[in-house]
């Protein structure tokens, strides 16, 4: 795999590690392609049951890289075919980790902006340092963060998230924690800890009713009540009928660990 972004698997958890510190782990086309080939493998890996993903360096993610996307304007039509393809790649990979059946935990530090924010609100869960900076700030210099929008006003109130987004200015970890937009701020010195051990709880839970739980989770979301109750009944109905499912339910009954396959 490239440098760019480094994995390390331990105990059923894939840490991905974006790799350019000098960059502020930007999303440059080598990063996005990068993320992409690993959302790819990890659709097909029966071993992961969590991820995690974190910067190198003093930052988590600074968003798109700025440099590469000027360049991109230097085309003859301006850059709308690269800047059309761009934020479809990003798009690609920010859907692709809600789509992962493994958890993703984003463990974050530094400062997750623009695209770097989108990031985060784009993992399942969330643990940051204390005296993280997040922040959709592209109104800043003339450009409305308007996909990033798309991820945070999924996971942030309506209100909390339009000021964000017009007014570039950032929230702190305990603010963002508050918003709903991570799970907890933790102390620096913890971050890394605080994060493996939210990743262990969830790796030692039946994988397949994780997976399936996870998949019915963002298919009921988008759902009328009505339709997401019948949905997830039906998923409910399924998972029952395991096996496993029967084994966990009598151990539990019984006061014994449970025997699963």
């Known amino acids: 795999m490239s440098d760019i972004l480094l994995r390390n698997d331990t105990d059923g958890i894939a840490t991905l590690t974006l790799n350019a510190p000098d960059r502020l782990n930007a999303l440059s086309d080598a990063m996005l392609a990068a993320l992409q080939g690993q959302i790819d493998a990890l659709e097909k890996d029966n071993a992961t049951r969590v991820v995690v993903l974190k910067g190198a360096g003093k930052a988590f993610c600074a968003g798109h890289d700025l440099k590469e996307m000027q360049a991109g304007r230097r085309a003859a039509d301006g850059g709308q075919a690269y800047f059309t393809d761009l934020f479809t790649r990003c798009a690609r990979v920010m859907t692709g980790l809600m789509r992962l059946p493994q958890p993703v ?85 913890t971050l890394e800890a605080e994060t493996r051990t939210l990743a262990e709880i969830v790796a030692r839970k039946l994988g397949a009713a994780v997976k399936l739980g996870k998949r019915t989770f963002y298919d009921q979301i988008e759902m009328e009540i009505g339709a997401a109750y019948a949905h997830a009944g039906g998923v409910m109905v399924e998972n029952m009928l395991w096996r496993d499912t029967n084994e966990g339910i009598s151990a539990f009954l019984e006061k014994r660990p449970p025997d699963w396959s």
Not at 106 to 122: D, F, K
Not at 142 to 153: D, E, I, K, N, R
Not at 159 to 180: H, I, P, S
């Open 105 to 189: 935990i984003a463990q974050v530090h530094g400062i997750a902006t623009a695209a770097g924010c989108q990031l985060v609100a784009s993992c399942d869960m969330a643990v940051a340092a204390q005296g993280t900076r997040f922040g959709v700030n592209g109104v800043n210099i003339g450009l409305f963060c308007s996909t990033p929008m798309v991820a945070l006003t999924r996971s942030i109130p309506r209100k909390q998230a339009f000021e964000m987004l017009t007014t570039g200015q950032f929230v702190d970890a305990n603010r963002a924690a508050d918003l709903g937009l991570i799970n907890r701020a933790v102390p620096p010195d």
